[in-house]
C-alpha cells in the first residue's frame, strides 16, 4: 500500500503469511535520492527520517515491511513535520491495509 505526503512517500507491506518473514521486525528502508540534494543535506534527511521511524516501530506488526521515500521538500521541512507526515503516511496506509483484509 503507497500513500504519499507532501514530503515522504511510504509503502507499506505486510505479507499474507507472516511466516515468510524472519524475527525482529517491523523493518523500515529509507530512499533518499539525489533529488534531496547533495550528499550532505541526504545523510541530513536519512538521520532525521531514521529518527522519526522510530515512533513506528511499537505501532507497527512485527511483520510489517515499510519503504520510505523522500521528497525534494523533505531537505527543508522541519523535523516535527517531517515525523508528522511520516507517522501519519503509514498509519493510513495501516489503516487501509486492514480495511482490505
Do not use: W, Y
Given at each position: 500500500?503507497?500513500?504519499?505526503?507532501?514530503?515522504?512517500?511510504?509503502?507499506?507491506?505486510?505479507?499474507?503469511?507472516?511466516?515468510?518473514?524472519?524475527?525482529?521486525?517491523?523493518?523500515?528502508?529509507?530512499i533518499?535520492?539525489?533529488?534531496?540534494?547533495?550528499?550532505?543535506?541526504?545523510?541530513?534527511?536519512?538521520?532525521?527520517?531514521?529518527?522519526?521511524?522510530?515512533?513506528l516501530?511499537?505501532?507497527?506488526?512485527?511483520?510489517?515491511?515499510?519503504?520510505?521515500?523522500?521528497?525534494?521538500?523533505?531537505?527543508?521541512?522541519?523535523?516535527?513535520?517531517?515525523?508528522q507526515?511520516?507517522?501519519?503516511?503509514?498509519?493510513?496506509?495501516?489503516?487501509?491495509?486492514?480495511?482490505?483484509?
Amino acid at each position: 500500500m503507497r500513500v504519499g505526503r507532501r514530503d515522504v512517500v511510504a509503502h507499506v507491506f505486510r505479507p499474507s503469511h507472516p511466516d515468510l518473514v524472519t524475527t525482529g521486525g517491523p523493518r523500515i528502508g529509507l530512499i533518499v535520492g539525489k533529488s534531496v540534494g547533495n550528499s550532505v543535506t541526504r545523510h541530513a534527511v536519512s538521520r532525521r527520517l531514521r529518527a522519526a521511524s522510530q515512533l513506528l516501530l511499537a505501532d507497527c506488526d512485527p511483520s510489517t515491511m515499510v519503504v520510505v521515500r523522500a521528497l525534494p521538500g523533505s531537505a527543508t521541512c522541519s523535523e516535527p513535520e517531517l515525523e508528522q507526515q511520516l507517522v501519519g503516511a503509514v498509519s493510513k496506509a495501516q489503516r487501509r491495509i486492514e480495511s482490505t483484509a
